[in-house]
């Protein structure tokens, strides 16, 4: 198995029928680099920028920002890189920065909701994503995203920015595609008209999940709640995928689920365009490609999702093709 991996480092992520996929890696700071490198991923699918914020005494300048964003995109150029702004609330919380007291904190004040309000934190950002852009191939993704007025929003102020930044004669890259995070489930319902509107979608299945289910992500008294193969929850992820592809947009996954073995092939058989994971699942979930095709993944992804009734249904389905 070991030599076996060895040869996927450098190799793409092809299955049985010659179907190329996307397997990306997810990162925290620019540090996870060299776990992404290390296993070959083919791109870095999800950077999570809040860690910037949280291993920060006070909030991150433009120029702090623009260097840790640059070393990325530097690194993995010509290879695409997704950075999500900023996701603070919910759980995660900055000592400078006092968040209200709320009785719902994942239902509260938090990733692009602060974003949007609180729009000289958003700028500064955005600043800093414009003009890391010149030096890679930069897609940048808006996190907690539940109406199609909010990714409006988001795109005008980046708008303005990126032409504020082009008046001073600052080089930016002509070509950042902008996507969204589909974790709430309003927004997979409306996924076709938000395709209409976005670059791509990368599906965040751990938030996807928990507002799909009720379910608390981490309360261990729900945890059998949670429940990644249940049928509604891929019902859903099918829809954001073919509503992606309807409109020419491509569909990733950037939750836990993408480099779940059990999900993986149900996946390939929806057709996901890119899976990214720990770095650390990149070379496993490729070699689990190798031995799928995708015209008879695409039939088992069909009975996931017509004529299962549970979650234990399609975890059943997938283990009985012994891969
Ligand atoms: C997700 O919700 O699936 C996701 C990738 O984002 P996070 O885990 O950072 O909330
Ligand atoms: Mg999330």
């Known amino acids: ?8 480092k450098t ?17 925290g700071t620019p540090k996870d680099l060299d776990g992404v490198l290390a296993n070959g991923a083919e791109g870095v699918g999800l950077y999570r920028t809040e860690f910037l914020y949280m291993d920060s005494a006070e909030l991150p300048t433009e120029d702090d920002q623009f260097k840790a964003y640059k070393q990325v ?21 900055l000592p400078y ?25 958003f700028r500064t950002q955005l600043r800093a994503l414009l003009r890391a852009s010149a030096f890679g191939n930069l897609r940048i993704m808006f996190p907690m995203i539940a109406t199609i007025q909010e ?23 002509d070509s950042i595609q902008l996507g969204i995070m589909i974790e709430i489930p309003a927004a997979a319902v409306l996924a076709d008209q938000f395709a209409k509107r976005v670059d791509f979608f990368s599906i965040g299945t751990n938030d996807l999940i928990q507002y799909s289910m009720a379910a608390d992500r981490g309360n261990e008294h729900v945890s059998y709640l949670y429940q990644p193969y249940n049928p509604s929850i891929l019902r859903l992820v099918k829809h954001v995928i073919d509503s992606a592809h309807k409109e020419g947009k491509w569909a990733g996954m950037c939750g836990e689920a993408a480099g779940d073995p059990i999900m993986v092939p149900l996946l390939v058989g929806m057709g996901l365009d ?25 039939k088992l992804s069909e009975r996931a999702i017509t004529e299962s009734i549970s979650n234990d249904d399609n975890k059943k389905l997938v283990e009985a093709l012994n891969l």
Do not use: C
Not at 1 to 8: D, N, S
Not at 12 to 24: I, L, R, W
Not at 274 to 298: G, P
């Open 97 to 121: 920065l006092p968040l209200p007291e709320e009785q719902n904190p994942f239902l509260g004040y938090r990733a692009i909701r602060i974003s949007l309000d609180r729009q000289d934190i």
């Open 274 to 298: 890119e899976f990214s994971m720990s770095a650390t699942s990149v070379l496993k979930v490729r070699s689990l490609m190798k031995k799928l095709s995708t015209t008879e993944m695409a």
């Open 11 to 27: 190799a793409a992520s092809v299955t049985a029928d010659g179907k190329h996929f996307e397997v990306s890696a997810n990162i």
């Open 151 to 173: 990714f409006e929003q988001a795109k005008q102020v980046f708008l303005e920015e990126k032409d504020k930044l082009i008046k001073d004669g600052v080089k930016v890259s």
């Open 1 to 8: 198995q070991k030599a076996e991996w060895a040869t996927l």
């Open 73 to 93: 995109l530097e690194t993995m150029n010509p290879k695409p890189v997704v950075v999500r702004t900023m996701d603070i609330g919910g759980d995660k919380h």
